[in-house]
């Protein structure tokens, strides 16, 4: 069964500083990994989706990179806003199971 | 694009009652999936459906819960009866498949169940 690790479970930062999020997995047989970001009370909203072809997606500010070989794919965000205050998910989606395995996310906290 | 519609956005009840949570996934996305979200838990997939047919049901808690989807718009989970272990938050989500693999997953905002 695959197992999906975020850690920390939550940071707090201040605003403006570049921070990376962690995503363990440990089935490498992985078809794509995707992140999502959840403000309390809501639905998760997807932020970047990687193919397990490629090695690296980028929007605005977040980018996002997946190593297979070691199980791990991080998401870069830059120069943090107050707005980035969340709670980020990864899923991996294996090649065997047609299904997303999810982390239990990192709440992130950024200080004005 | 509407995205994913859930409905009702929240509803209390009693234990014993039957509750039924409603999804309409984005037009055009073949697969539709039930979550379960709790603090103690993460999110839990619940069951979900490829062509409007149940393809893994294995995250169903138990008989309580059914899950039905008519046609390619529309999906129904119900839980009866309800009881307060199944407070949560449920959510739909869907994607388009391709080739038999899964795509982007798209949420929708989620049903807050509570059972008093």
């Known amino acids: 069964k695959q197992e999906v690790t975020q850690i920390p479970a939550a940071l707090s930062v201040p605003e403006g500083e570049n921070l990376v999020l962690n995503c363990s997995f440990t089935?490498?047989?992985?078809?794509?990994l995707q992140w999502f970001r959840q403000d309390p009370g809501k639905g998760l909203t997807s932020l970047l989706l990687?193919?397990?072809?490629?090695r690296e997606q980028t929007s605005g500010r977040l980018n996002a990179s997946l190593d297979k070989s070691s199980g791990r794919s991080t998401l870069y965000i830059a120069a943090s806003q107050p707005g980035d205050s969340a709670t980020y998910l990864c899923?991996?989606?294996?090649?065997?199971?047609?299904?997303?395995?999810f982390g239990s996310g990192t709440k992130l906290n950024v200080k004005p | 694009d509407a995205g994913v519609i859930q409905s009702p956005r929240h509803e209390v009840t009693e234990m014993g009652q039957e509750v039924t949570l409603r999804c309409k996934p984005i037009?055009?996305?073949?697969?539709l999936f039930w979550y379960r979200q709790t603090m103690m838990r993460g999110l839990e997939l619940l069951i979900y459906?490829?062509?409007?047919?149940?393809?893994?049901d294995s995250g169903m808690p138990e008989d309580r819960f059914s899950a039905k989807m008519p046609n390619a718009s529309f999906s129904t989970l119900k839980i009866q009866p309800s009881e307060p272990r199944d407070s949560a938050v449920y959510f739909c989500?869907?994607?388009?498949?391709?080739?038999?693999?899964?795509?982007?997953?798209?949420f929708g905002e989620g049903s807050r169940l509570t059972v008093l």
């Open positions: 989500a869907s994607s388009l498949v391709l080739g038999g693999r899964t795509g982007e997953l798209f």
């Open positions: 089935d490498s047989a992985i078809y794509n």
């Open positions: 990687i193919q397990s072809s490629q």
């Open positions: 899923a991996v989606l294996l090649y065997n199971f047609n299904k997303f395995y």
């Open positions: 037009s055009g996305h073949n697969s």
């Open positions: 459906f490829n062509n409007n047919v149940p393809i893994d």
